[in-house]
C-alpha cells in the first residue's frame, strides 16, 4: 500500500509562486508515474504535471512555461514549482501515483491554492 501526503498549499496574489511537494510511503516501489492534478470548485479534475520513473515530464498546456515538476526518486517524492501565478490557477491540488502496469493508482488529500487578483 501507498501513502502520498501534500505540503505547501496557500494563498498568494497574481503573478506570485507556491512550491508544492508530495511525499510517497509505503510500498512505493509500485509507483511508475507521478503527478499533480487539480480541482477547481465546480470542475472536473484535471491533469496539471506528471513525471514518469524515467524522468520523462508532461504539462498543461495551460502551465508549461509557468510550472516544473521535479520528482527525486531517492526521496520518493515530487515537487511542483509553481511562478507566476494566475487566479485561474485557484484550486485544490492533488498529488497521484500511478502504479507499474497501470494495476493501480493512489492520491493524495489535496492542498488548497488560492490566487487573488
Known amino acids: 500500500q501507498v501513502q502520498l501526503v501534500e505540503s505547501g498549499g496557500g494563498s498568494v496574489q497574481t503573478g506570485g509562486s507556491l512550491r508544492l511537494s508530495c511525499k510517497a510511503s509505503g510500498s512505493v516501489f509500485v509507483i511508475n508515474v507521478m503527478g499533480w492534478y487539480r480541482q477547481a470548485s465546480g470542475k472536473q479534475r484535471e491533469l496539471v504535471a506528471v513525471?514518469?520513473?524515467?524522468?520523462?515530464?508532461a504539462y498543461a498546456d495551460s502551465v508549461k512555461g509557468r510550472f516544473t515538476i521535479t520528482r527525486d526518486g531517492a526521496q520518493n517524492m515530487i515537487d511542483l514549482q509553481m511562478n507566476s501565478l494566475k487566479p485561474e490557477d485557484t484550486a485544490v491540488y492533488y498529488c497521484h501515483g500511478q502504479y507499474f502496469g497501470r494495476a493501480g493508482e493512489v492520491w493524495g488529500q489535496g492542498t488548497l491554492v488560492t490566487v487573488s487578483s
Open positions: 513525471a514518469t520513473n524515467e524522468g520523462i515530464t
